[in-house]
Every structure is written in structure tokens, then in C-alpha cells.
């Protein structure tokens, strides 16, 4: 079974600058997970996604951060614009459904850095 | 406020010997806990889920306990292997209308051959 898989794997910018990451989750899955995970920390969540609405977008900075996920499938990800304090890694992750057996398979993440 | 408690400072233990993960939790009801292991540019991979209602749960050398009253799990990985040195990750579902996972900072597991 293939995993999640993301793109770019890094990626550097300067600040002010935009950029986008974009996600392909598990075949089938109907949920999707967008994490922030800064250095030393547990990851983050930003947005989830049941199909193509969004469940939970209660933390993510609405004033640069963007994401949507048409068709229910790929996701896509978008900062703009860039701050220093967005270096991170970004993390997909998905799963069948958002119950309670809701194990998340996550992607390898995309490197960040703000300079 | 709500805050979830991992030991920051890593854990070294010797191959062979049992290795105890602790995870408190302050502020939080959580209907199941979960924990998941991180290795370097990765990301975190499923271990086990525990509900509350459970007080133990096993699969293989791994090991989680769930006390509700302390407000804490446990993770014991038994017979340790270098090969499981990385970061362990819990991580809690409070089973609100925001269903969604917080995580902790992650206790790194360094077993020394």
C-alpha cells in the first residue's frame, strides 16, 4: 500500500515570499491532516479535512495560511506571505475516517526555511 | 491551561533492558491516548491507541498503560533494541466536537548497544 506522499521534501524562501506544499494521501482515505511541527516540538495541527469540507481550521493563521483539498483528495498547503516563525516542518498526515480508531498515517513532511 | 508533559531530556538505557516513556497531561479529559514513534526527517508512525476505559494495552514488546487518575501513560518497551532509538510521541483525543490530536514534545530514546 503506498503512503502519503508530499512535495517538495525542503524547500528555502525568503521572508515575504509564498510557497506551497501539496499532499496525496492514502488511497481511500477520507480525512486529512495538515501538522506544523517546529524543532523540538510535537506536531501541530492546522487544518483537517473530512473529504473535500474542512472539520477543523481553528489554528491556522487565516491571514497567511491557506489550504484546500479538492475532490475530496490532493491537498495543497499555501503560506503567503512568509514569516521567520513559519520555518518548520509541515507535516500531512490521513486516515479512513476522524472516529475514535482514527490512526493517522503521516507523510515524510516538508522542510521549511524562512530566512 | 491544558499542557501535555514529556520528559524533553532523552532517555539512554542499555540494549536489553525495559525502557519507560512517561506522558502527563494537565487540563484534559482525553476519550483515548495515543502513541507514535518519530524518526529523524520522517514522520511519526502508530504505535498503539488506548482508550480510557482501558488500563493496559500490548502489542509485542511494546506496552502502554492509561491511568486516568494520575493523569498519565506509561510506554514500556521491553528487551530494547538500538534499533529502537528515535522519539516517542503521545498524543491525546478528547473526543470534543474538535476531533483532533495534540501532541507532545516527545521523549528521544537512545539505546546504546
Known amino acids: 500500500e503506498a503512503g502519503v506522499a508530499q512535495s517538495p521534501r525542503y524547500k528555502i524562501i525568503e521572508k515575504r515570499q509564498s510557497v506551497a506544499f501539496w499532499c496525496n494521501p492514502i488511497?481511500?482515505?477520507?480525512?486529512l491532516y495538515w501538522y506544523q511541527q517546529i524543532l523540538g516540538q510535537g506536531p501541530k495541527l492546522l487544518i483537517q479535512?473530512?473529504?473535500?469540507?474542512?472539520?477543523?481550521d481553528s489554528q491556522l493563521p487565516k491571514d497567511r495560511f491557506s489550504a484546500e483539498r479538492l475532490k475530496g483528495v490532493d491537498s495543497t498547503l499555501k503560506i503567503q506571505p512568509a514569516k521567520l516563525e513559519d520555518s518548520a516542518v509541515y507535516l500531512c498526515?490521513?486516515?479512513?475516517?476522524?472516529?475514535?480508531?482514527?490512526?493517522?498515517?503521516f507523510g515524510p513532511g516538508t522542510r521549511l526555511t524562512v530566512l | 491551561s491544558q499542557k501535555i508533559e514529556q520528559n524533553s531530556e532523552a532517555l539512554n538505557i542499555q540494549e536489553g533492558k525495559t525502557a519507560t516513556l512517561t506522558c502527563n497531561y494537565t487540563?484534559?479529559?482525553?476519550?483515548?491516548l495515543q502513541w507514535y514513534r518519530q524518526d529523524p526527517g520522517r514522520g511519526p508512525v502508530f504505535l498503539l491507541l488506548?482508550?480510557?476505559?482501558?488500563k493496559e494495552k500490548r502489542k509485542e514488546r511494546l506496552k502502554v498503560t492509561f491511568d486516568t487518575t494520575l493523569k498519565q501513560s506509561l510506554f514500556h518497551i521491553t528487551a530494547s533494541q538500538p534499533a529502537d532509538s528515535a522519539t516517542y510521541l503521545c498524543?491525546?483525543?478528547?473526543?470534543?466536537?474538535?476531533?483532533?490530536?495534540?501532541f507532545g514534545s516527545g521523549t528521544r530514546l537512545q539505546v546504546q548497544p
Open positions: 498526515a490521513s486516515s479512513l475516517a476522524s472516529g475514535i480508531n482514527n490512526e493517522q498515517f
Open positions: 488511497s481511500g482515505h477520507a480525512t
Open positions: 479535512f473530512q473529504n473535500n469540507g474542512v472539520v477543523d
Open positions: 487540563n484534559y479529559s482525553p476519550a483515548y
Open positions: 488506548i482508550r480510557e476505559n482501558e
Open positions: 498524543a491525546l483525543d478528547e473526543y470534543t466536537g474538535r476531533r483532533a490530536l495534540t
